[in-house]
């Protein structure tokens, strides 16, 4: 590796996803600060597909997309000419009618050359092959197209260098010492083991990594983009910035200086940037904890972190769609729930972060046949804590009208009079988010969308789900950890009572004592069951047969075999049967590695047949059945 004596500039810019002329302004405003800030010779990464947006999905396929993306490249190229700067910047890149990921990489004297993406998402973006071009007509020159990423500045001191975009591949991917940037779009996600892979690759490979993430302001609806911005050397973590934001942010390292031994960090200090410090090296040098069985879906250790990193995604992702959307105010039904109480949360969080006051938060409580007096003061007290005062509007009077006009006796408690009160809520808080040019904030988890334990069109719909990428049971700790995390030990308190309530949807009328009648897990079996189907299932990809079998050795002495089969039953067959209201589920940031968004996560046709699935457990059934007959 060669670096001469270089400062490497991790750049990831506030961008509009397919705004070029936008981007392309902030793109200049970073490079303007950087090459003011020192004489020195700079080396400025920037995301993939930077210049455009990392999530424009088939906005790809527009044309006028790429060619803005090329005007783009001629103005930066133009601005950085004679300077001290040498740029790598992701745009989408038309050759002989075929669109390539690529990378650009433009010194002072001019635009170099492009990489191409090895292993583009095909749905948008061709992979190189043969007959791929291997250069481009560019302002009466012709530049490279360098094959597999590796090229040499010599002229400028810089050689031994290679560009991957996308997906580090596995094991060693070269002999010799070398710079190797890693161009990325990655997700934050709560479970993440990015910095085990990084130092697992830059074990094995001799040189320096630096990887540049696409960031939070690419668009929040099925990920929050990362950020991330990490340099590696023989597997120790030289420096990072991890922090979620919307701002352009800058991560600078002195190469010469790690060159000769030293770890020194340059910040860089314009207002445009998001300075970070390093604190000290640390090595990434053990494999990830052990998941809780119980709780599969957070690791056994540091549960506190992953709580904190679900929660700072939950706000981020909301935060990005009140920028994109440019609403006033926010329009959340309250229950006194668990779901409702973390969505009331995470409302609050998004508001205090973009400084706009909590009364922009419009929260209504609509109170029908089977709301109970405790339901209804968990979120009172939930409420008074965040000094929003709720919104009170029966649904009863509407109700009983509704059902009288379509022939229902409105007395029998039936799936058509519960349903019918999710929708009125559904339909007020629409309305009103018209009335206040507002948005509404959905609260549905993971659990639920997973089992179809929802009313279409009534609860399932909203215009964006904070609680979509939550399993329940990782939802009901995370509630009493952000409550305690805003708003200290009453909040604890407050929210470890609407934890430890009995989960219902309150949809029939309440006893004669006032107690509610109907509570999920009776008709559901336990979420602490379903969640660890769900991750063994489709994360893990076990048969339900080694899913039953790892089950019963998890919950043995909880629950009997036979009981966790029924539930294990209850579990596939729900799952497959309402594949349709998961078809048609709003936007929702993705928190873990498993995620049920039938954009980017699970994607099943909602006629697909479970009984593969189901006669497995019928043999189970019938093995057990035999075994209690001859006992």
């Not at 961008?15 to 020195?40: K, P, Q």
């Not at 005062?389 to 649904?395: F, G, L, T």
């Not at 909602?606 to 457990?617: I, N, R």
Request: proline residues 5%; contains cysteine.
């Amino acid at each position: 590796m060669k670096a001469d004596d270089w400062l490497l500039n991790l750049c990831v810019p506030e961008l509009r996803v397919a705004d070029v002329i936008f981007n392309t302004a902030r793109i200049l405003e970073i490079l303007r600060h950087t090459a003011s800030s020192s004489d020195r010779k700079q080396l400025c990464l920037f995301p993939q597909l930077a210049l455009s947006g990392n999530t424009c999905a088939d906005l790809f396929l527009q044309p006028l997309l790429a060619q803005a993306c090329l005007l783009a490249l001629e103005q930066i190229e133009d601005a950085i000419d004679g300077s001290n700067l040498v740029v790598v910047l992701g745009l989408p890149l038309s050759l002989e009618n075929q669109l390539y990921d690529a990378t650009a990489v433009i010194e002072p004297g001019g635009l170099r050359g492009f990489v191409l993406n090895q292993q583009p998402d095909p749905r948008y973006f061709q992979s190189p092959k043969v007959n791929t071009p291997n250069n481009l007509s560019w302002r009466g020159s012709v530049v490279k197209i360098f094959e597999h990423g590796r090229l040499n500045l010599s002229s400028l001191g810089l050689q031994n260098m290679q560009i991957v975009l996308g997906d580090l591949p596995e094991g060693r991917l070269f002999a010799e010492e070398m710079l190797l940037f890693n161009l990325t779009a990655l997700p934050a996600l709560a479970d993440s083991t990015y910095d085990t892979k990084f130092h697992q690759f830059s074990s094995q490979n001799a040189g320096l990594l630096a990887v540049c993430s696409a960031g939070a302001s690419e668009s929040t609806g099925e990920n929050v983009f990362s950020g991330l911005c990490q340099v590696w050397q023989n597997g120790n973590l030289l420096a990072e910035d991890f922090e979620l934001g919307f701002q352009s942010k800058l991560l600078q390292l002195d190469l010469h200086a790690v060159e000769n031994g030293l770890d020194s960090l340059r910040s860089a200090d314009s207002p445009h940037v998001v300075r970070r410090g390093l604190d000290s090296l640390r090595s990434a040098n053990s494999p990830p904890p052990e998941r809780d069985p119980h709780v599969p879906f957070l690791l056994a250790d540091n549960q506190n972190k992953q709580l904190e990193t679900a929660f700072e995604i939950q706000t981020a992702g909301l935060m990005g769609r009140i920028r994109h959307t440019k609403s006033e105010n926010l329009l959340l039904g309250i229950s006194g729930g668990a779901d409702s109480s973390m969505a009331l949360l995470v409302c609050c969080h998004a508001l205090d972060q973009l400084g706009i006051p909590r009364e922009n938060l419009i929260a209504v409580s609509m109170p029908g046949p089977g709301s109970s007096d405790k339901s209804l003061k968990n979120s009172d007290d939930l409420t008074n804590l965040t000094g929003i005062k709720p919104r009170v509007i029966s649904i009863e009077a509407a109700l009983t009208e509704h059902l009288a006009n379509i022939g229902h006796d409105w007395h029998t408690p039936d799936v058509t009079y519960e349903n019918a009160q999710a929708r009125e809520r559904t339909q007020i808080l629409m309305n009103l988010a018209n009335l206040h040019n507002g948005l509404v904030v959905g609260t549905g988890d993971m659990s639920e969308n997973a089992l179809g334990w929802s009313t279409y069109n009534g609860d399932q719909m909203s215009m964006y789900n904070v609680n979509a990428g939550l399993p329940k049971t990782v939802l009901l700790k995370l509630l009493v950890w952000a409550a305690a995390m805003l708003f200290g030990e009453q909040g604890r308190q407050v929210a470890q009572t609407i934890a430890d309530a009995p989960i219902s949807a309150e949809l029939k009328p309440l006893l004669a004592d006032g107690s509610i009648s109907q509570a999920t897990e009776d008709v559901l079996g336990p979420y602490r069951l379903h969640d660890f189907f769900l991750w063994h299932a489709l994360q893990e990809r076990k048969n339900p047969a080694a899913v039953f079998t790892e089950a019963t050795h998890i919950f043995a002495g909880e629950y009997e075999p036979g009981f966790i089969l029924q539930t294990l039953k209850t579990f596939y067959q729900r799952f497959f049967r309402h594949q349709f209201k998961r078809t048609a589920s709003p936007d929702g940031p993705r928190l873990f590695s498993l995620a049920l968004s039938p954009r980017s996560g699970w994607r099943m046709p909602a006629d697909a047949s479970p009984s593969l699935w189901l006669e497995q457990l019928h043999q189970i059934e019938n093995t057990l059945r035999i075994s209690d007959n001859s006992q």
